[in-house]
C-alpha cells in the first residue's frame, strides 16, 4: 500500500544514536544497560518528532560494523530489536506511524526478519511520521547495491536517490554522544543535510533536545551552493 509518507511531507531528520555505552559505564552498569535505555529515548523522539515538523525520522540503531562487537552485545542487541517490535508496533500503529526498517535483512537472527515484515504491514497505512530504523545498515553498501541493480545505463541521481529506498535527501542529521563523524550512516542522502552534533549520550536525549537541534537547524542558511537571496546573483 502507498502511504501518503512516500511522497515527501515535513523535514526529514536522521540521528546517529550514539553513547549508550558511555552512558552505561558512567553509572557502573554493563553496556547493555546503556543500549535498554536507548530504547526508552527512541520512544521519546518518535512520539515528539511530528510535532516539531518532522515527516520522516530515521535511526541508526545497528552498523553493519557492529557485528565486529562482541557476540554478547550483538546477541542483546538484536534481542533488544525483537522485543522492540513486540511490544511498540501496536502503540506505533495507533500513533499513525509508519515503520520500516532499512539494511540487509539476510544475516540477522532467526525470526528477526519476519518480526520487522509483520511490523511493518501492521503500521504501513500511518501517515503522520515515517520512522525508519536502519538495522545491519552500511550506507556505502547500500549505494554499491543501488548501483549494481540500476546498471551503468540507469545510473543518475534521481534514479540512485529512487533506488536507495528512501524518502530521499536528509535535512538535518544529528549524532548524539560527541563523536563528529558519520560512520556511514546515509552518506548520499546526506550531501547537503544540516549536521548537530551534541555531546548528550544517546540514553539521556529527550524531545526537548529534539527540538533544540530543529530550532537550530531552522536558523542555519542553507545555500545548496547557491547565494541566499537568490536575487544577489544578478546584483553581482
Ligand atoms: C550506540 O551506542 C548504539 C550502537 C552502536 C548499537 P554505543 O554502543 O556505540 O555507545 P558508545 O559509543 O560505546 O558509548
Ligand atoms: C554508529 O555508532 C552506529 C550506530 C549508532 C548504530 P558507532 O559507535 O558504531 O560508531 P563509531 O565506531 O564510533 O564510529
Ligand atoms: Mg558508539
Known amino acids: 500500500m502507498q502511504s501518503p509518507l512516500d511522497r515527501r511531507s515535513g523535514l526529514h531528520a536522521a540521528i546517529i544514536m550514539d553513547g549508550n555505552g558511555r552512558w552505561a559505564r558512567a553509572r557502573g552498569l554493563p553496556r547493555g544497560a546503556g543500549h535498554r535505555a536507548g530504547v526508552k529515548a527512541i520512544q521519546q523522539v518518535a512520539e515528539a518528532a511530528p510535532a516539531l515538523g518532522i515527516g520522516t525520522l530515521t535511526l541508526y540503531a545497528f552498523s553493519s560494523d557492529n557485528w565486529r562487537r562482541p557476540a554478547e552485545e550483538v546477541g542483546g542487541l538484536m534481542r533488544l530489536l525483537r522485543a522492540y517490535l513486540r511490544g511498540e508496533t501496536e502503540r506505533l500503529a495507533r500513533s499513525g506511524t509508519r515503520l520500516t526498517v532499512i ?21 504501513e497505512a500511518g501517515d503522520r511520521l515515517n520512522l525508519r530504523i536502519a538495522v545491519d545498515y552500511s550506507s556505502r553498501d547500500a549505494i554499491l547495491a543501488a548501483a549494481a541493480r540500476l546498471g551503468p545505463e540507469g545510473l543518475s541521481r534521481d534514479a540512485m536517490s529512487e533506488a536507495l529506498c528512501g524518502p530521499g535527501d536528509v535535512d538535518l542529521l544529528i549524532r548524539t554522544g560527541g563523536e563528529k563523524r558519520l560512520s556511514d550512516f546515509l552518506l548520499w542522502e546526506a550531501a547537503y543535510a544540516e549536521l548537530h552534533f551534541t555531546e548528550r549520550m544517546w540514553p539521556d536525549f529527550e524531545a526537548a533536545d529534539l527540538a533544540a537541534a530543529v530550532a537550530d537547524f531552522a536558523a542555519r542558511d542553507r545555500r545548496f551552493g547557491g547565494l541566499n537571496p537568490p536575487l544577489l546573483t544578478a546584483a553581482a
Do not use: F, K, V
Not at 106 to 119: C, K, Q, S, V, Y
Open 103 to 123: 539494511g540487509r535483512r539476510d544475516r540477522l537472527p532467526a525470526g528477526i526478519p519476519e518480526a520487522i515484515a509483520r511490523a511493518e504491514a501492521a503500521t
